[in-house]
């Protein structure tokens, strides 16, 4: 392990502050992820900054929507009243992740933030562009099962692994970032980047900029909706394939569907031709079965994951029909 220097951050502008000044540098809070990486050699900062103890844990419920500071645990926000009551998919998807104890300690800022599972990355014996940048991809003609169908270039087709990035995706979540020029605010769906010529880069964060908060608006569609996990095992597992959905319907009629899928994409990936195909149709099997035939539209297998393009229309129309069953 290379030296590196600790500093606790006193508030948000000091965090942000510190960071800025030492490029490279890197927040930790839960650090369930981080922990994993830096014991690996992936990670290695010169500067650790420690924010577990900023005030940005609290679930605000507004008029508007609701609120989810960064650092909230995984699992008190799946169990906050509100959320399980107006915006059941988020309480599926943070269900769905890791482990209880996991979920205990790790934060929502973090969840968002944490690396793909792909071995070539996680691994420092085999090539990775996104680990190391110019190395090569060792998954284009290597192991590449559970990478993505959507979003890869020919220097990464890494997935993205957050669960409740997908959720949030699919709920029209903003989130808020400060960095030491101000605070701005983006659509969930644009922070993330994709790999292209520089999988490196994964979001648009700058230098010293922090995850302040993830707001999700009042909607019809999210007290109608559902988030689907489909994995190898039952419990403490990454995604094959996930999707969330989110319909706001009425009088048989749906007005608008948001779908998003985890597992196939190398950010959370929405599913615009079948929302395309729902809006405006009538709410039942007829339609959840022509949605979930065009969920695979645009997709780019690799040698051994082919296998996601059903397994996608099929866990699409599943969750269809689980959504659409609640009133």
């Given amino acids: 392990m ?16 510190m960071a800025a000044a030492r490029p490279g540098a890197a927040f930790v809070a839960g650090g369930t992820d981080f922990m994993q990486l830096w014991k690996a050699g992936v990670s290695a900062p010169g500067l650790v900054i420690d924010i577990s103890r900023l005030p940005l844990d609290a679930v605000t419920v507004r008029p508007d929507g609701i609120a989810i500071g960064a650092l909230a ?15 059941r998919t988020i309480a599926e998807a943070l269900l769905a992740s890791a482990s209880p104890q996991v979920r205990n300690v790790a934060t929502i800022g973090g969840n968002l933030l944490q690396r793909t599972r792909c071995g070539y990355f996680r691994g420092t014996a085999l090539p990775c562009n996104k680990r ?11 192991e590449n099962r559970s990478h993505a169908i959507f979003g890869a270039s020919d220097q990464c087709a890494a997935t993205h692994p957050s669960d409740l990035a997908v959720a ?23 922070f993330f980047l994709l790999p292209g010529e520089h999988p490196e880069r994964e979001t648009v964060l700058g230098d010293g900029e922090l995850i302040i908060e993830i707001a999700v608006p009042r909607s019809a569609a999210a007290s109608r909706s559902h988030y689907l996990k489909v994995r190898d095992r039952a419990s403490f597992e990454f995604a ?10 009425e009088d048989g009629l749906i007005r608008t569907a948001r779908v998003a899928a985890g597992g196939v994409g190398t950010k959370p ?4 031709p079948c ?3 729902l809006a405006g149709a009538r709410l039942g099997e007829a339609a959840f079965r022509q949605a979930a035939e065009l969920a695979a539209t ?13 397994l996608l229309k099929r866990t699409v129309l599943r969750a269809l029909r689980d959504a659409g069953e609640v009133a």
């Fill in 298 to 310: 645009g997709t780019k297998p690799l040698s051994r994951n082919g296998f996601k393009i059903e």
């Fill in 73 to 87: 645990r995984m699992s008190e926000v799946a169990d906050h009243p509100a959320i399980r009551r107006d915006y």
């Fill in 275 to 277: 929302e395309t195909s």
């Fill in 168 to 190: 949030l995706v699919a709920l029209d979540a903003t989130v808020r970032l400060r960095g030491v020029s101000g605070e701005r605010v983006l659509p969930l769906e644009d």
């Fill in 269 to 272: 990936w929405r599913l615009r």
């Fill in 240 to 249: 094959v394939v996930s999707v969330a959905v989110a319909l706001d319907a």
């Fill in 132 to 142: 190391l940048p110019g190395s090569g991809c060792g998954a284009r003609e290597g």
């Fill in 2 to 17: 290379q030296p590196f220097a600790y500093r606790r951050a006193s508030d948000e502008n000091d965090a942000v502050a």
